[in-house]
């Protein structure tokens, strides 16, 4: 069947559709990922999303039952140049074209995803509309633009409705879920924390309750200031207990610390971008996934209590910063997140130790 991307600026491209017949409106985006592709389908930070994958063949190991990193798929689309027809892996346990039909997502496929990605790099990233019951261009412009006026809050869509514990004998921590991914738990499983994790709107007062040794803000999906209410709870914690936060977690963190965020142009999404620690010179391959980055202007005043501790090698854009008396600290990437490489996850033990 015969699909069709529209962009909200006229730009247009027809294709073949996979998985689930019908219409989907989101930001779309690209990722660099080559392999990956099951995790960021579920990553609940693709809410709201239609994800482009610029690695040409995807599918090639299929889809299993273990590499979700959320309760269910997230994103709003999905775009590729070849959806494999005969994945191979010993895992795989459901084809792809029937993973994405499961999940009821709207997938285009063979068309110009180099192009599409120049054409995002150049403008920036924009909502669209991928339809396999239309290809009319102009009636596509029409939906889309009705879509864009409904407002949605993307965290709450994504977030736990009631508390989960997930007991341990070691330090206690109160996961704020954003949009949390599994490997985000895991990796505090891992150091054996006792962690308990919280709908986005739980109030200062509901947390404390829990008498945690820290808490961590989790990534999630969308722009963090429009989330006032919850950057009004992040500051009266800030202080009171030890806290750490992660990608969307890291945004919210610096918005209450008083410093200021601003939108990419066309975001960072894939596994591969260096990031230079400035405490040890080292670089790192990192996992990301955000289209908005903590501003370097800062007044004087918090000038004087924040140390930028990450920059992006790419283009100089904060990765991580710590307050210089509060035990806080804070990262853009995703340290829990494995590309390849797993030396990230030292910002895990950091937080232990501020912990401790």
């Not at 699909?3 to 690209?30: C, H, I, P, Q």
């Not at 995703?334 to 501020?354: C, L, T, V």
Request: proline share 5%; glycine share 10%; aromatic share 8%.
């Amino acid at each position: 069947m015969k699909a069709v991307l529209v962009l909200e600026d006229g730009t247009y491209f027809t294709g073949e559709s996979f998985g689930e017949d019908g219409e989907t409106m989101g930001e779309v985006v690209f990722n660099t990922c080559m392999t990956g592709y099951q995790e960021i389908s579920t990553d609940p930070s693709y809410n709201g999303q239609i994800v482009t994958m610029t690695y040409p063949l995807i599918g090639n190991y299929g889809f299993n039952t273990d590499d979700n990193e959320s309760y269910k798929t997230h994103v709003e689309g999905f775009i590729v140049k070849e959806l494999c027809d005969s994945p191979n892996n010993w895992r795989n346990s459901i084809h792809p074209d029937e993973y994405f039909k499961k999940n009821n997502i709207v997938g285009i496929k063979g068309i110009d995803t180099r192009a599409l990605t120049q054409h995002i790099r150049q403008f920036g990233s924009m909502f669209g509309i991928i339809s396999t019951l239309s290809g009319n261009v102009d009636i596509l412009l029409e939906k889309l633009e009705s879509r864009k006026k409904i407002s949605r809050n993307l965290v709450m869509e994504v977030s736990t409705k009631e508390t989960i514990h997930k007991p341990a004998k070691g330090k206690k921590v109160a996961l704020m879920d954003f949009g949390v991914k599994y490997n985000i738990m895991r990796s505090l499983e891992q150091r054996g924390c006792d962690t308990f994790i919280l709908p986005a709107d739980t109030s200062c007062e509901e947390i404390l309750k829990f008498n945690p040794d820290g808490i961590l803000l989790s990534n999630g999906p969308g722009d963090p200031r429009d989330l006032p209410a919850i950057i009004e709870n992040i500051k009266k914690l800030i202080g009171i207990r030890p806290i750490f936060g992660i990608c969307l977690g890291h945004q919210l963190l610096g918005l209450a610390l008083g410093l200021d965020i601003y939108k990419l142009k066309f975001g960072h999404h894939g596994g591969n971008h260096p990031v230079k620690d400035l405490n040890t010179g080292r670089c790192y391959i990192t996992s990301q996934n955000h289209n908005y980055a903590i501003d370097t202007r800062m007044s004087p005043d918090i000038k004087d209590n924040i140390t930028i501790t990450h920059m992006n090698v790419n283009d100089n854009t904060v990765e991580g910063f710590k307050h210089n008396t509060l035990p806080v600290l804070s990262i853009q990437y995703h340290p829990e997140a494995a590309p390849g490489p797993e030396d990230s996850d030292y910002i895990f033990d950091q937080f232990m130790e501020m912990m401790g």
